[in-house]
C-alpha cells in the first residue's frame, strides 16, 4: 500500500459494462471506505480496447490507456480489478501482478476455469489474493456462503439457474407466448448477451460457473468436456406449454451432484422441468437462483439478479473490500475449503440417474407409438406419461413423452436409435425432468 497516506489505488483491466459499474460505484461511495476500512479507495487507471468510446462514466481521458500491462507495473496501483475477459491475456496479467506482489479481483470465469488451481497456487506463494465472487451468479454471494457461512457443511446436491440471460428469454417465451428470436432480440438491445452469444445461449457460461461451485464444494477441477452442456435454443413454445399441463415450469440449471458412498461428482447444465413449487422453478426475468442442500443446514436458497452491471459490480466491490481488509490487517481474506484432489473423481453417465421429457414429429399413422415405446423399451426405458397433438395438412404429429427413472447413458442410446426410426422426422428434443426430492 501506498504510504503517502491512507489511500489503496485501484487499477481495472477492461472497462465495459462491469469495469464501468465498478468504477462509478467505488467514487459515488467515496465517503463510506474510510468509515469501514479506514482508507479511501480510489479507481485510479482504467484499460481498454478503443480509447474513442464513447462511455457512460465520467472518467479522465489520462486515466484510460490500452496498454494493460501499463497499469499492473505502475507502483501507484495497489490492487487489480481484471475484468477484461478472455483467458491468456487475462491470465498472463494476473500472474504479473502476483509477481508484484498485487492481488487481484476478477469476473472471469472462463480463466478460472481453465486455469485456477495454477492462479490459486500463485497467489498463495506470492503471498496475494485472488478473490472470485463476482464470476458466479452475478451479485448473490454465494462463493462467500460456500466458504465461510455453510463451511461445516458438505453438499450432496447444488443446482439452480447460473445464466441470467436464458432465463430472461425463458420467462418471456412463457409467460407472452414470445418467439425464441423476439425476444433474444430484446435481450440483445437491453444489454443481457454476452458478445458472444453462445455463451449465454448454448449453456457456456453457466457451465463454467457450475464448474467453479464444484471446485468450491468438492475440491475437484471437472473438466469442461466432461461436463453435459445444452443450451436453450431448441426449447419451443409447444414445450413451454407442455411442461405447465405437468405441472413444472422449463429452466436453464446447472446440477452438481456428489455421492459420497464413492466420491463420484457428476456436473451438468441442461434444460430441465422441474416442479412449480420449486423456488428454483419461480426464480424469473434475469435472476439467479442457486439451491444447497448442505448435511448440516438442510436446504438454503439464494436468489438475485445475475445479469446486468450494477449486480456484478456488488460482487467485484465485495471481494475489493475483503482483500483490502487482508492488506490492513482488519481481517484476513478466508482460504477456500480444499479436499484431496484425489479423493473425488467424474462420474459416469450410468451412475447419473433422472426422468425425462421427451417431444419427437412423427407421422401420423397406427402403430407410430408402439415402434417409439419398443424402441425405448430396448433401453429398459420405461413411459409416464404420452400425449399426442396431431397436426392438419399432412403435417407430422407432435408426440410428448415422460419417462419413468433410467440413466444418461440409457437416454442418449435411445435418442441415437430414434433418430433413425422410421417415421420419426427430425431430431428428437429431450429435456430431464428435475425433482431434487427425488435425488437421493
Not at 27 to 39: D, H, Q, S
Request: aromatic letters at 4%; one cysteine or more; hydrophobic letters at 40%.
Amino acid at each position: 500500500m501506498n504510504d503517502s497516506s491512507k489511500i489503496i489505488r485501484v487499477g481495472i483491466l477492461g472497462f465495459g459494462t462491469v469495469g464501468q459499474g465498478t468504477w462509478k460505484h467505488l467514487v459515488e461511495n467515496a465517503t463510506f471506505w474510510p468509515k469501514i476500512l479506514g482508507v479511501d479507495l480510489i479507481p485510479t487507471r482504467a484499460s481498454v480496447r478503443s480509447l474513442e468510446k464513447a462511455r457512460s462514466v465520467k472518467i479522465l481521458p489520462d486515466q484510460l490507456t490500452t496498454d494493460s500491462e501499463s497499469i499492473v507495473d505502475d507502483p501507484e496501483i495497489d490492487l487489480v480489478c481484471e475484468l477484461m475477459g478472455g483467458v491468456e491475456e487475462a491470465k498472463e496479467l494476473t500472474l504479473r501482478a502476483f509477481a508484484q506482489g498485487k492481488s487481484v479481483i476478477t469476473a472471469n470465469k472462463a480463466l478460472i476455469c481453465e486455469h485456477g488451481d495454477e492462479l490459486f497456487q500463485a497467489a498463495e506463494k506470492a503471498g496475494v489474493g485472488y478473490a472470485f465472487e463476482a464470476s458466479v451468479a452475478g451479485g448473490i454471494p454465494i462463493i462467500k456462503v460456500l466458504r465461510e457461512s455453510l463451511v461445516s457443511n458438505e453438499f450432496p446436491l447444488i443446482y439452480g439457474i447460473l445464466n441470467g440471460t436464458s432465463n430472461y428469454i425463458l420467462t418471456r417465451m412463457e409467460k407472452e407466448g414470445a418467439s425464441f428470436e423476439d425476444v433474444l432480440k430484446d435481450a440483445r438491445d437491453l444489454g443481457y448477451v454476452e458478445a458472444d452469444e453462445a455463451l449465454d445461449l448454448d449453456g457456456v457460461d453457466a457451465a463454467h460457473k457450475a464448474i467453479i461451485l464444484a471446485y468450491l464444494a468438492h475440491g475437484i477441477w471437472v473438466k469442461i468436456h466432461e461436463v453435459t452442456v445444452e443450451g436453450i435454443r431448441q426449447i419451443s413454445n409447444e414445450d413451454l406449454q407442455a411442461a405447465e399441463n405437468l405441472g413444472c415450469r422449463i429452466k436453464l440449471i446447472g446440477v452438481i451432484r456428489r455421492d459420497f458412498s464413492n466420491d463420484h461428482v457428476a456436473v451438468a447444465v441442461h434444460p430441465v422441468l422441474i416442479p412449480v413449487e420449486e423456488t428454483i422453478a419461480r426464480t424469473d426475468g434475469v435472476h439467479n437462483g442457486v439451491c444447497l442442500n448442505g448435511t448440516v443446514v438442510g436446504t438454503v436458497v439464494l436468489t438475485g439478479r445475475g445479469a446486468g452491471q450494477d449486480p456484478t459490480a456488488s460482487s467485484v466491490i465485495s471481494d475489493l473490500v475483503d482483500v483490502v481488509k487482508g492488506i490492513t490487517g482488519v481481517s484476513s481474506l478466508p482460504k477456500l475449503l480444499h479436499v484431496s484432489p484425489e479423493q473425488c473423481v467424474s462420474a459416469s453417465p450410468e451412475e447419473i440417474h433422472g426422468r425425462f421429457y421427451l417431444r419427437l414429429a412423427v407421422d401420423d399413422r397406427t402403430g407410430q407409438l408402439a415402434k417409439v415405446a419398443e424402441c425405448l423399451a430396448g433401453q429398459g426405458i420405461s413411459l409416464a406419461t404420452v400425449s399426442q397433438t396431431p397436426h392438419e395438412n399432412d403435417q407430422p404429429a407432435s408426440l410428448i413423452l415422460t419417462t419413468h427413472q433410467t440413466n444418461e447413458l440409457s437416454i442418449s442410446q435411445a435418442i441415437e436409435q430414434l433418430k433413425n426410426l422410421p417415421g420419426v422426422v427430425g431430431d428428437p428434443v429431450l429435456f430431464r425432468m428435475f425433482d431434487p426430492n427425488e435425488i437421493s
